[in-house]
């Protein structure tokens, strides 16, 4: 909590040179984990408005995403997403592929490190010992900065653990890792939230933070709408974090973090959070947890409106 008001303290002093458009980015969730993805990332970048929003995407992999290539101000991050399967070889693919892209004429100004590499596998985290991540870091991330590409230290999740990854990885790192910045992934309240960002800034403080993945999860619709309302003003405002980006870019249906978070309803039209995101008004489209449930919600309100036409009718009579 004290925390929490240091940042509302800092953040009115930052709010005259706050360069809110430039923070706002998106996760682009992978195809496999999305069968409508052709359709549903066109909305993120062809939406009036999302343009002058949207300044940069990121999508867990090394390489641009089918249909944003080349899209002029919307910025690609490359990311070190974890090991291969089979673990690391001898091999520098990351560093390889990155190099390429430059070379080929890509724009890329920052990458990321590792994703959740605190995490078990079966959550999308990429599972890594932080003495391997240490020694992956130094032969394929460190190198990219000769070539004045800023480094994200690896994101790990919002838990102790996470906090605990961070201090080995550094540990082993024996200060030859040189991040230029710090991501971080956080589910919960607003508070927490805030809480555990301060944290860091004291933890690193002469690292700016970028939240790469956020949400308050499992809730209901006010309270994650609440909560998304509350974190961005505070990351706008707040000179410390310098890049944020919401989970998530899905629909309600094949969301793992509660149908309430997703900017996409399952039918694939922008929710308020998802509006909202994109710089739009509301839409007042209520996001549900799978076809099933809608067609119930549905159905209700057809035995409902058969129910008044029929007492209408009687009435009449
Ligand atoms: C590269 O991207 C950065 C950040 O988006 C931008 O500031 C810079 O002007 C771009 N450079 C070129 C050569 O396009
Ligand atoms: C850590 O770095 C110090 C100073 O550069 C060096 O003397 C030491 O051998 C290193 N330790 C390990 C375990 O590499
Ligand atoms: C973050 O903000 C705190 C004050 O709240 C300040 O001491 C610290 O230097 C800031 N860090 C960065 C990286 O701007
Ligand atoms: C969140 O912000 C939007 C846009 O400013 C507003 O319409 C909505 O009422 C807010 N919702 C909550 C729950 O605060």
């Not at 090394?62 to 101000?73: C, I, R």
């Not at 939230?193 to 949400?215: D, F, H, N, Q, R």
Request: aromatic content about 14%.
């Amino acid at each position: 909590m004290a925390f929490f008001r240091n940042a509302a303290a800092t953040a009115v002093i930052a709010l005259v040179t706050a360069t809110s458009s430039s923070k706002r980015g998106l996760c682009v969730i992978p195809p496999r984990d999305n069968p409508h993805h052709a359709e549903d990332n066109a909305i993120w970048t062809t939406t009036s408005g999302s343009r002058s929003r949207l300044k940069w995407y990121y999508n867990y992999k090394s390489t641009p995403t089918e249909g944003y290539q080349d899209m002029a101000g919307f910025e690609f991050v490359p990311m070190f997403w974890g090991a291969p399967e089979g673990g690391f070889t001898g091999d520098t693919p990351f560093l390889d592929s990155v190099r390429h892209q430059v070379k080929s004429g890509s724009n890329i100004t920052h990458v990321l490190g590792f994703n959740e590499p605190d995490g078990p596998f079966q959550y999308g985290a990429s599972n890594i010992p932080a003495q391997v991540a240490a020694k992956e870091w130094k032969r394929q991330m460190e190198p990219l900065k000769e070539q004045g590409i800023k480094l994200g230290a690896p994101a790990v999740t919002g838990t102790l653990d996470g906090a605990m990854w961070l201090q080995d990885f550094f540990f082993y790192c024996n200060g030859t890792c040189n991040p230029d910045f710090l991501p971080l992934h956080f589910y919960g309240s607003f508070e927490a939230m805030a809480s555990k960002i301060g944290e860091m800034t004291v933890a690193y403080p002469k690292l700016p933070i970028w939240v790469t993945e956020w949400g308050y999860s499992h809730q209901d619709l006010p309270t994650t709408q609440h909560a998304f309302n509350e974190s961005i003003r505070m990351f706008d405002d707040w000179s410390n974090i310098t890049r944020y980006s919401y989970f998530g870019a899905f629909r309600s249906d094949t969301s793992n973090v509660g149908p309430n978070s997703a900017m996409l309803t399952e039918k694939g039209e922008l929710t308020d959070i998802g509006s909202c995101y994109l710089g739009g008004s509301r839409t007042n489209k209520i996001p549900h947890s799978s076809w099933a449930e809608h067609l119930r919600v549905k159905e209700k309100t057809i035995r409902l409106g058969a129910l008044f036409a029929l007492v209408g009718v009687l009435g009449d009579w």
